[in-house]
């Protein structure tokens, strides 16, 4: 029975190098470590995991302060990824092509040096922060500047995400509201907008799981006072300089279980959307 | 990104179109927006290295520790970028050539260094390495040192960057199907023929792409290595945590010199993705959305 479907399938060589090759790869360097981490961390008692990585107001405020600067940070690039994608796709002016690949930059740019780039330019003394601060608003060394570093990094997957759903979009139903009397406003949020929604919320999704998870450019720019602008990225790093690998893994457990929570979720929009748009 | 359909890129019809006052407003707050949070830091980097002179930069460029960071990203990119090369193609070969069950499992836990806080994933590698983790002990007793070296600082980056190739590579060659390495092998082509004079022509660019694209975030890379490497200057610090190093001790000019060069690579790298996607658009079209 099996030597028969093999014989069916693969016409093509190499599947079971290839396929080994890579589950080797992906188990050793993925699997393996993740469960030897969550094999070490099991050896916590509840009681134990749950005080080092719950029940303690410096490690709730990380987490909060995380979890609340990723969702404003991924909601502002909602809004102006979402904008940039529409430019992009239906307008024409000198520039564009410019424009639309430098949005990309994050994906290249490493996060140490935007991070001490915004850092400079926000500081009370840098090229917006002279101006800034004395009006009162602080960016460098307060959470407004952890949302502009997340927001930075985060930008790319709303614009990836949304392009290529307002350019399947259909000039038909467009004309079609038009003609049959909807202005143009109307056409925008009646037509367009339920559209290209699922792209939106898939884009809001990535640029939030990528900012929860973000150290470089944050660790710059925030300052790290405890209990004010410590993300839990960092509180790791601080438990690990302290030897307390316990509560270091603690932390880390809980930010596993949100990666994997989100992946789920992305996944799942993945196939929502596109099922939408093949309906 | 494709062409958009005849109707926009001819002039629509008012109707269909926004007003271009409407059209001048957003454009400008998508270009500030765009100049305010890419464009601004990008150009105070520059700014900033170069506000000493020349003479500065170069001198800070020249440091010995500098040199050594320099080397040290350099070594780990080499090894690190061929390594997950050969796995995204392999990956991709078995993904898209081939029906299996659990591959969508397959696709998932490629993804995962994706989702994975880079903190968390030196966290895990010092969990298991470290002096008190898993095989701390019998790494020490045989001088095997991983954490605070090399082997822990190439593990963390091979994480981290693990997804790239696959990533560009397996949506492209899903929709290029199997037909043309089938009738390759139909016509007496063995597998490595196959994959050399029929699949590799039709993926170069995308590879090329995901290939430049590991090499600038392995370089880059600064949450998982900061947590693995123990900052000794001038042996197990690379170029993001020289930088750091640098601008906590108050060294600005210095530290933006350096960051200037993995900025250069940054700006490298879009510019070799402008081009594929100017001249090989065809090939880069499946591959965007991530």
């Known amino acids: ?279 | 990104m494709q062409y958009p359909s005849a109707r926009t890129a001819n002039k629509p019809p008012s109707a269909l179109s926004d007003p271009p006052l409407v059209r001048y407003l957003l454009t400008t707050i998508a270009i500030l927006f765009l100049f305010l949070i890419l464009v601004l830091p990008l150009i105070l980097v520059f700014a900033s290295a170069l506000s000493q002179g020349f003479s500065l930069f170069f001198a800070a460029l020249r440091d010995p520790d500098a040199l050594a960071a320099i080397r040290l990203t350099l070594i780990t990119a080499a090894i690190v970028v061929p390594l997950n090369t050969i796995f995204g193609l392999a990956a991709a070969w078995t993904i898209t050539k081939f029906n299996f069950r659990g591959k969508s499992l397959l696709i998932t836990l490629i993804d995962l260094p994706f989702a994975i806080s880079p903190v968390v994933a030196g966290l895990i590698f010092v969990v298991i390495f470290g002096a008190r983790g898993i095989f701390g002990p019998w790494l020490q007793a045989h001088n095997l040192p991983v954490i605070f070296a090399l082997p822990g600082i190439v593990l963390a980056t091979t994480f981290v960057t693990l997804p790239f190739v696959a990533r560009e590579l397996i949506p492209l060659m899903q929709t290029q199907g199997r037909d043309d390495e089938e009738c390759a092998i139909t016509l007496g082509a063995n597998g490595w023929q196959t994959f050399r004079r029929v699949t590799l022509p039709n993926i170069t660019w995308a590879l090329l792409y995901g290939v430049v694209l590991c090499n600038a975030r392995a370089m880059g890379e600064f949450g998982a290595v900061s947590i693995v490497s123990g900052h000794i200057r001038g042996v197990t610090n690379t170029m993001p945590l020289h930088i750091e190093v640098l601008y906590n001790d108050y060294q600005f000019t210095a530290a933006f010199a350096v960051a200037s060069l993995l900025a250069l690579l940054a700006m490298a790298t879009l510019l070799i993705k402008f081009f594929i996607e100017h001249y090989h658009r065809r090939q880069i079209n499946a591959g965007t959305g991530d």
């Open chain 1, 1 to 279: 029975m099996k030597s028969r479907t093999v014989k069916q399938q693969h016409v093509i060589p190499g599947f079971g190098l290839t396929l080994g090759f890579t589950l080797t790869y992906a188990g050793l360097l993925i699997l393996l470590p993740l469960a030897g981490f969550f094999h070490l961390t099991a050896q916590n008692t509840w009681q134990g995991f749950i005080s080092k990585a719950i029940l303690n107001p410096r490690v709730i405020a990380a987490y909060r302060l995380s979890f609340t600067s990723a969702a404003v940070a991924a909601a502002i690039n909602t809004i102006f990824g979402g904008l940039l994608a529409w430019v992009f796709v239906r307008y024409r002016f000198p520039g564009r092509r410019l424009g639309d690949a430098l949005v990309d930059l994050p994906f290249a740019l490493p996060t140490a040096v935007s991070g001490i780039a915004l850092t400079t330019l926000y500081a009370p003394k840098g090229w917006l922060g002279q101006w800034l601060v004395p009006l009162g608003v602080r960016v460098a060394y307060a959470p407004l500047g952890i949302i502009l570093a997340l927001t930075l990094i985060g930008l790319p997957f709303v614009v990836r995400t949304v392009q290529p759903a307002l350019l399947d979009l259909e000039g038909e139903l467009e004309e079609a509201a038009a003609s049959l009397g909807a202005s143009r406003g109307q056409t925008f949020f009646r037509v367009i907008l339920p559209a290209i929604t699922p792209a939106l919320i898939s884009g809001f999704t990535l640029a939030f799981a990528r900012a929860v998870g973000e150290f470089g450019s944050v660790y710059f720019i925030a300052g790290n006072m405890p209990m004010r602008t410590e993300i839990a990225p960092l509180l790791i790093l601080i438990k690990l300089e302290q030897y307390d690998y316990p509560g270091a893994a603690a932390i880390g457990t809980i930010m596993l279980l949100v990666s994997f929570l989100l992946l789920l979720t992305i996944n799942f929009l993945q196939t929502w959307s596109s099922k939408r748009r093949t309906n």
